[in-house]
């Protein structure tokens, strides 16, 4: 199973590197973008079929290491989910 795991500043968190990329796109003649938040995704390959537990590990590995939970919010999908 894949699960993956995106992870954002906190909407109050300051974004540079977002700000240059808005700055840049601007200066390219994108005039439409208001706005550019950069943030990462973690795609994990995992062994195991109960998907309450692997939800909970990945929610676990998140807090403990894929995020700063200070500054950054994660969102996690599977890939069997329909919105993944």
Do not use: C, H, W
């Not at 995992?46 to 998907?51: E, I, K, P, V």
């Amino acid at each position: 199973m894949r699960a993956r795991v995106a992870v954002r500043l906190k909407p109050a968190i300051l974004d540079p590197q977002g700000k240059t990329v808005n700055q840049a796109l601007l200066q390219l003649g994108y005039s439409e973008v208001t706005g550019v938040r950069i943030g990462k995704l973690i795609e994990l390959d995992l062994d195991g079929a109960d998907r309450v537990a692997l939800q909970s590990r990945v929610e676990e590995m998140s807090r403990k290491l894929l995020s700063n939970p200070l500054v950054e919010d994660f969102e996690i999908q599977f890939a069997d989910d329909p919105s993944a």
